[in-house]
């Protein structure tokens, strides 16, 4: 059962922080860079609509972010235009001693899924 907290309640998708005194920090509190005392995280989670991902008890997480994709169109006289930019996936995760851990929500299917990311 995910972490239940009024914040987290009306929050439709983002990371957010919990802390060992419970207090909680979601992505429109403040930008990640911000976030203070992160070694004293004791919950980091991501949400996209009523499904949750938490990590518990790390002590490296990276960074949160969005995957994107840009979309390109030729015109007529064959020049590639860039058009919008569009966010297709949402992250968290965590460096282990041998990787990187991260979790990744497709924002279309709601899916979750996690992957190992071996250091070069």
């Not at 990371?15 to 909680?24: A, C, F, N, Q």
């Not at 518990?56 to 007529?76: C, D, F, M, Q, W």
Request: aromatic share 10%; glycine share 6%; net charge positive.
């Amino acid at each position: 059962m995910p972490y239940q907290h009024d914040k987290i309640n009306k929050l439709e998708g983002g990371w957010y922080v919990v802390y060992e005194d419970g207090k909680v920090i979601i992505e429109t509190d403040m930008p990640w860079v911000k976030v203070p005392k992160k070694r004293e995280i004791k919950i980091m989670g991501l949400k996209w609509r009523n499904k949750h991902f938490e990590l518990k008890n790390k002590e490296n997480y990276i960074p949160p972010g969005e995957t994107h994709i840009r979309e390109l169109a030729v015109s007529s006289n064959d020049q590639i235009q860039m058009t919008k930019q569009s966010i297709v996936g949402r992250f968290i995760g965590y460096y282990d001693q041998e990787c990187k851990v991260v979790t990744r929500v497709d924002i279309s299917s709601g899916k979750f899924i996690t992957e190992e990311v071996p250091y070069r």
